[in-house]
C-alpha cells in the first residue's frame, strides 16, 4: 500500500514526502514538472530513497492518475497539485480553474474508479478572504477574494459533495502561510521568477539576488501598521499531513482543518526576526498598499488538535533559521550546482 502525493516535486509536497516516508509509509510522487524540477524530486530521492517513485504526470490526467494508482497499489492521496499564484490568477482566471479545479476532478475520478477512498486536500486560509473576525475557525464564513481563492472554495465544495454521496473520505486542510525549509537545507521553497510571497522575497534580498523589500503598507490597523499573517514551518505542515491521513481511518465524510500556529506576525516582526537570523540588514522600502492584501489573519488551531492530535511546534526563528539554510546552499534554487 502506498501514498499517491500529486504535486510531489513542489515546495509542501517534496517536505510532505519525507515526512511520510519517515512515518514508514511508500510514497510515490507524482507531478508534471511545470513549477517544479527534476533535481526536487532527486533532492527527495537523497532524503528517502533513491527508488523512491516518480510519475511525471498531470493530476488532470485521470488515465494516468489511475495507472499510478495500480502500478503502486496506492491507497491513499495528498491532492497539492495547484496553481498558487494570486496575481496570476487575477490575469489568467480560465487557466487557474481550468487546472485546478481539472486536476482535482481526475484525482478524484481516478480515485473512485480504482476504490481509493481517503484524500487529503490542499487548501487555503484564503478561503476565509478578510475575515471579520481573528482568529477564525472552521465555521467562520468563507468567501473568495480572488480567482485562485475561488478554485479553492470550488474544489472544497466539489469535494464536499462527492463525500456525501461516496465512500469518499476528505480532510480539507487549510494553510496559513507555509515558510521554512526542511532542516538539512536539501529541499526548500523554489519559486520560478522572481518570488511574490514575503519570505522567499526576502531571502533573495539577503542572498543578493534581489535589491531591497517592498513592505506592502504601514496603515493597517495593526499595533505597527503592517499586515499580520500565521507563518508556519513546512515542517510542521508535513506533520500536519500525516496525523491527517492517520485520522482519515477515523473520520468519514468531508472536514476543514486549519494548519496554522495560532500566532501572528506582522511583516515588519517578519522583517526584524529574519534581520537578526541572517546577522545582517535587510534593505526595506515601504510602499503602498498590494491590492487584495487581507489586514490580519491568523488560525484558531484547536480543532487540528482535537481531530488530527496534532499542533505546529516550530518558531518563527526556527523557519526563518532553515529558510535561510536552504537559501544560501541554494542562491538560485534546486538547479543550483552548490
Ligand atoms: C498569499 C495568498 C494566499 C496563498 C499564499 C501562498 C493573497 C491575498 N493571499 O498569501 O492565498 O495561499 O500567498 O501562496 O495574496 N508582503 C510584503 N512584501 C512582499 C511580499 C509580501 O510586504 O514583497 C506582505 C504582504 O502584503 C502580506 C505578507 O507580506 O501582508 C504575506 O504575503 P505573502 O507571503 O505574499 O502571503 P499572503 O498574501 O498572506
Known amino acids: 500500500m502506498s501514498v499517491l502525493v500529486t504535486g510531489g516535486a513542489g515546495f509542501i509536497g517534496t517536505h510532505t514526502a519525507v515526512v511520510l516516508h519517515e512515518s514508514g509509509r511508500d510514497v510515490v510522487l507524482l507531478d508534471d514538472l511545470s513549477n517544479s524540477s527534476n533535481e526536487a524530486v532527486n533532492a527527495v530521492r537523497s532524503l528517502t530513497s533513491p527508488d523512491l517513485p516518480f510519475v511525471e504526470a498531470d493530476a488532470a490526467d485521470q488515465a494516468a492518475v489511475g495507472r499510478a494508482i495500480v502500478e503502486y497499489d496506492v491507497d491513499e492521496v495528498i491532492h497539492f497539485a495547484a496553481y498558487k499564484s494570486v496575481s496570476e490568477s487575477v490575469e489568467k482566471p480560465l487557466a487557474y480553474y481550468s487546472n485546478n479545479v481539472g486536476s482535482t476532478i481526475g484525482v478524484v475520478q481516478a480515485m473512485i474508479d480504482h476504490g481509493v477512498s481517503r484524500l487529503v486536500f490542499s487548501s487555503s486560509c484564503t478561503v476565509y478572504g478578510e475575515p471579520d473576525e481573528v482568529p477564525v475557525t472552521e465555521t467562520s464564513p468563507t468567501r473568495a477574494v480572488n480567482p485562485y481563492g475561488a478554485t479553492k472554495l470550488v474544489c472544497e465544495q466539489l469535494l464536499a459533495d462527492i463525500a456525501a454521496v461516496s465512500a469518499l473520505d476528505v480532510m480539507l486542510l487549510r494553510y496559513f502561510n507555509p515558510v521554512g525549509a526542511h532542516p538539512s537545507g536539501d529541499i526548500g521553497e523554489d519559486p520560478s521568477g522572481v518570488p511574490t510571497n514575503l519570505v522567499p522575497f526576502l531571502m533573495q534580498v539577503a542572498v543578493g539576488r534581489l535589491d531591497r523589500l517592498n513592505v506592502f503598507g504601514d496603515d493597517y490597523n495593526t499595533p505597527d501598521g503592517s499586515a499580520i499573517r500565521d507563518y508556519i514551518h513546512v515542517m510542521d505542515l508535513a506533520d500536519g499531513h500525516v496525523a491527517a491521513l492517520d485520522a482519515l481511518t477515523a473520520n468519514t465524510g468531508c472536514v476543514a482543518v486549519n494548519l496554522g500556529t495560532g500566532k501572528g506576525y506582522s511583516v ?55 529558510h535561510w539554510r536552504w537559501q544560501q546552499q541554494h542562491p538560485t534554487g534546486h538547479k543550483d550546482s552548490n
Open 268 to 322: 515588519l516582526e517578519v522583517v526584524a526576526a529574519a534581520t537578526e537570523v541572517i546577522g545582517a540588514p535587510i534593505p526595506t522600502e515601504v510602499v503602498g498598499r498590494r491590492a487584495g492584501d487581507v489586514e490580519q489573519i491568523w488560525a484558531d488551531p484547536t480543532y487540528a488538535a482535537e481531530i488530527l492530535g496534532w499542533r505546529a511546534t516550530r518558531s518563527l526563528n526556527e523557519m526563518l533559521a532553515d
